[in-house]
């Protein structure tokens, strides 16, 4: 039987929040079996628990925002995405303000941070929603704004993505980026890439009350013309992995694992959400799967993720 999986022991982290700029500890705890993955805000005077659903997620500015009587966590889509890559099924989150920390701008913080914690199998069947039939949400058709994003039937999850930014740092690197998570190579090729943002668009940000706590050494910075990080970019296609990295946690909070193959242009946040929904909304394209033997479950999924 293909089991579920959660963590050997807690583990913790403190940092700042992307665009609350406030200081929050995240604490990880392991769960039983069919819990899901759970965030709960030990800050407020009554802790509030919000499970993570496509419903759930109740703004999509620039992140993915959960919220639940009142009470909200803000940029969850880089630890998801790692829980994604990692294939934890049941998680608690602790944390202590309303936006997870930014740590590096990745999500490769969270990858060290759970794997340093252990990851175990869980005595019940890992469950998955496989895609029956193609889904699909687009807009601006026929206009320069034209974006879109598809699930389609695939006995796995893989992922396609392509950007468009006229940038010239951004046109010097590869736009389209392809990733199979049979691979085993989420850890090396896809979560060390960074969010990205340009000096032009801080002011407009922060005037909103957004990107209080961006820098250098949390996210690629770029002016007019180029990179302003001394490092340089992690990868050669580093922008367009990081929405790959956006793209697997903003769809892990399904609340299981994708069966399905995943290709989109220019989406973001609120398009990827969307798509979660316009797929819930179709009974008969998806149905819920689980796996009696190794063998029958798609590669990838049979086994731990390695680490670096």
């Known amino acids: 039987m293909l089991k579920q999986q959660t963590l050997k022991s807690l583990t913790q982290a403190t940092g700042v929040g992307l665009h609350s700029g406030v200081r929050v500890q995240l604490t990880l705890r392991p769960a039983p079996p069919d819990t899901g993955i759970v965030f709960r805000r030990v800050d407020l005077p009554q802790a509030i628990d919000i499970p993570v659903s496509a419903e759930a997620v109740i703004d999509t500015r620039l992140a993915s925002t959960l919220g639940r009587d009142g009470a909200k966590v803000n940029t969850v889509e880089h630890l998801m995405s790692a829980c994604a890559g990692l294939g934890l099924d049941n998680l608690y989150v602790d944390i202590t303000a309303e936006e997870v920390p930014i740590l590096d701008g990745s999500a490769a913080s969270f990858v060290y941070l759970l794997q340093s914690a252990g990851i175990v199998e869980q005595n019940a069947p890992k469950r998955f929603v496989r895609v029956k039939r193609p889904i699909m949400v687009e807009e601006g058709v026929g206009t320069r704004a034209h974006k879109w994003a598809r699930l ?93 990295l956006d793209a697997m946690g903003d769809l892990y909070v399904l609340g299981k694992p994708l069966l399905a193959a995943y290709n989109a242009y220019k989406s973001g946040h609120a398009m990827n959400n969307q798509l979660l929904r316009a797929l819930l909304a179709e009974p008969d394209a998806f149905e819920i799967v689980s796996f009696e033997h190794h063998r029958e479950a798609p590669k990838g999924f049979a086994q731990l993720v390695p680490a670096f």
């Open 152 to 244: 389609e039937p695939f006995h796995g999850f893989k992922l396609r993505f392509e950007i468009e930014f006229d940038h010239p740092a951004v046109n010097a690197t590869g736009q389209v980026v392809e990733f199979d998570l049979s691979s085993g190579r989420y850890a090396r090729d896809i979560a060390r890439a960074r969010t990205f943002g340009f000096t032009r668009d801080v002011e407009t940000m922060r005037s909103h009350g957004l990107a209080l706590g961006g820098g250098l050494d949390n996210a690629i910075v770029m002016d007019d013309a180029k990179v302003l990080n001394a490092d340089g970019l992690r990868y050669q296609d580093e922008f367009v992995k990081h929405k790959i």
